[in-house]
T-cell receptor, first 114, second 117 residues
Framework: DGGITQSPKYLFRKEGQNVTLSCEQN?????MYWYRQDPGQGLRLIYY???????QKGDIAEGYSVSREKKESFPLTVTSAQKNPTAFYLC?????????????FGPGTRLTVL | GNSVTQMEGPVTLSEEAFLTINCTYT??????LFWYVQYPGEGLQLLLK?????DKGSNKGFEATYRKETTSFHLEKGSVQVSDSAVYFC????????????????FGQGTILTVHP
């Protein structure tokens, strides 16, 4: 079945450590996105990528980094510079950024900093 | 910039009650409007959408009409079920007059719906 997978489902990290969240899609979509979800705040865009080897900062990119070496993969690294990293992280993809196509979401990764 | 405001939650209803979740927006250009649903522990699923004024999106008994004059996209369902319990997000995506989307989704804060038997 086509879709988006995120791993792990739950992730615990000690303060000061970097951690990488995985996102893979087999929908052959060009565009991929990372969102952060906090209680009562909806979703906020961290980074997005329109095509392989390209990515753009979203609204809250500070303390995060991404790479897009392959079309199907868009990993997100939460660095020690992110002051409040505990949140639910959602990855999404769509056929293209500049289009009216639907964004499909993965199941999410819940990151907790201990 | 673009913004979306949803009614404060949580909303608690009995089964078969009528549901309205209000959503208003601020945007330049000609936005497309969406409702997403998030069931416990899962990602978001697109529930319905409308891409131009007066369009009505509908799915699974839910409806929402794109009202440009009131900048609203309220979600309604005539008779809710326990299985509708979830978090509902209103969202918009900006676009120009030619319909070219700017891609980014702007989300409201989400409304928690709980339906009791």
């Amino acid at each position: 079945d086509g879709g988006i997978t995120q791993s792990p489902k739950y992730l615990f990290r000690k303060e000061g450590q970097n951690v990488t969240l995985s996102c893979e899609q087999n929908l052959n979509h060009d565009a991929m996105y990372w969102y952060r979800q906090d209680p009562g705040q909806g979703l906020r865009l961290i980074y997005y990528s329109q095509i392989v080897n390209d990515f753009q900062k979203g609204d809250i990119a500070e303390g995060y980094s991404v790479s897009r070496e392959k079309k199907e993969s868009f990993p997100l690294t939460v660095t020690s510079a992110q002051k409040n990293p505990t949140a639910f992280y959602l990855c999404a993809s769509s056929k293209a950024v500049a289009s009216n196509n639907e964004q499909f979401f993965g199941p999410g990764t819940r990151l907790t900093v201990l | 910039g673009n913004s979306v405001t949803q009614m404060e939650g949580p909303v608690t209803l009995s089964e078969e009650a009528f549901l309205t979740i209000n959503c208003t927006y601020t945007a330049t250009g000609y936005p497309s409007l969406f409702w997403y649903v998030q069931y416990p522990g899962e990602g978001l699923q697109l529930l319905l959408k409308a891409t131009k004024a007066d369009d009505k999106g509908s799915n699974k008994g839910f409806e929402a009409t794109y009202r440009k004059e009131t900048t609203s996209f309220h979600l309604e369902k005539g008779s809710v079920q326990v299985s509708d319990s979830a978090v509902y997000f209103c969202a918009l995506r900006g676009s120009n007059a030619g319909g070219t989307s700017y891609g980014k989704l702007t989300f409201g804060q989400g409304t928690i719906l709980t339906v009791h038997p």
